[in-house]
C-alpha cells in the first residue's frame, strides 16, 4: 500500500490555473489523478503508465497536464484554462503492483488514494 498526501487546491475563477501536487510514501507503478463532484461518481482525469505513457479524460485533454518527479517521488497535475465544471474534490491514486501488459488502470483497480484536494472554479 503507497499512502498519498495530495495539495495545491483552491478557489479560482474560469480561466485561471492551478498546480496539483501528490506525494508518496511507496512505490508507485501506476499514478493517476480522478475526481468528484457532490452526488456524483468518481472520474478519471488523467493517468500517467509505467512506460511514461499518458492519457486523460475527453474533458480535460489540452488543458491539464500529468507529469511525475521520481526523485521527489511526487505526482503533479497542471490544470489550465479551469471552467465551473472542473469543480470538484480531486484524488490521487496509486498502486504498487505491476499487471501484465496494462499502462493504465481504471477507478476499481487502484489500491491506494489519498484524502482529496478542493477545486473551485467560478464564473
Known amino acids: 500500500q503507497v499512502r498519498l498526501v495530495e495539495s495545491g487546491g483552491g478557489s479560482v475563477q474560469a480561466g485561471g490555473s492551478l498546480r496539483l501536487s501528490c506525494a508518496a510514501s511507496?512505490?508507485?507503478?501506476?499514478m493517476g489523478w480522478f475526481r468528484q463532484a457532490p452526488g456524483n461518481e468518481r472520474e478519471g482525469v488523467a493517468h500517467i503508465g509505467f512506460d511514461g505513457s499518458t492519457t486523460y479524460a475527453d474533458s480535460v485533454k489540452g488543458r491539464f497536464t500529468i507529469s511525475k518527479d521520481t526523485a521527489k517521488n511526487t505526482l503533479y497535475l497542471q490544470m489550465n484554462s479551469l471552467k465551473p465544471e472542473d469543480t470538484a474534490i480531486y484524488y490521487c491514486?496509486?498502486?504498487?503492483?505491476?499487471?501484465?501488459?496494462?499502462?493504465?488502470?481504471?477507478?476499481?483497480?487502484?489500491?491506494?488514494w489519498g484524502q482529496g484536494t478542493q477545486v473551485t472554479v467560478s464564473s
Open positions: 491514486a496509486a498502486d504498487d503492483r505491476r499487471f501484465g501488459r496494462m499502462k493504465f488502470l481504471s477507478v476499481g483497480e487502484y489500491n491506494s
Open positions: 511507496g512505490y508507485t507503478f501506476y
